[in-house]
């Protein structure tokens, strides 16, 4: 089976090991969407974190909750 293009995150609190799977999004070069390309930014992925999976990101530093943010 193919799977579209993915990138585990990891929480950076020492201590939890939670993760995501955050899915890239596919982005055309041209109007005849005839080549693209996987937006793998940090800064794409860092807003699907926040928006989609409700991570805190701080400092550079990715939270799985507010909570995690707090006491790291």
Same mark, same amino acid.
């Given at each position: 089976?193919?799977? #579209? ?7 950076? $609190?020492?201590? +939890?090991?939670?993760? !995501? ?19 793998? $930014? #940090?800064? /794409?992925?860092?807003? /699907?974190?926040? #928006?989609?999976?409700?991570?805190? !990101?701080? #400092?550079? /530093?990715?939270? +799985? =909750? ?5 006491? =790291?």
């Amino acid at each position: 089976m193919l799977h #579209d293009a993915v990138i585990e995150v990891t929480c950076d $609190r020492e201590g +939890c090991h939670e993760s !995501v799977f955050v899915p890239m999004e596919w982005v055309y070069r041209n109007y005849s969407e005839s080549s693209g390309y996987y937006d793998h $930014r #940090d800064a /794409k992925i860092e807003e /699907k974190l926040v #928006d989609e999976f409700a991570w805190v !990101v701080q #400092d550079g /530093k990715h939270f +799985c =909750s507010s909570f995690c943010a707090e006491t =790291s």
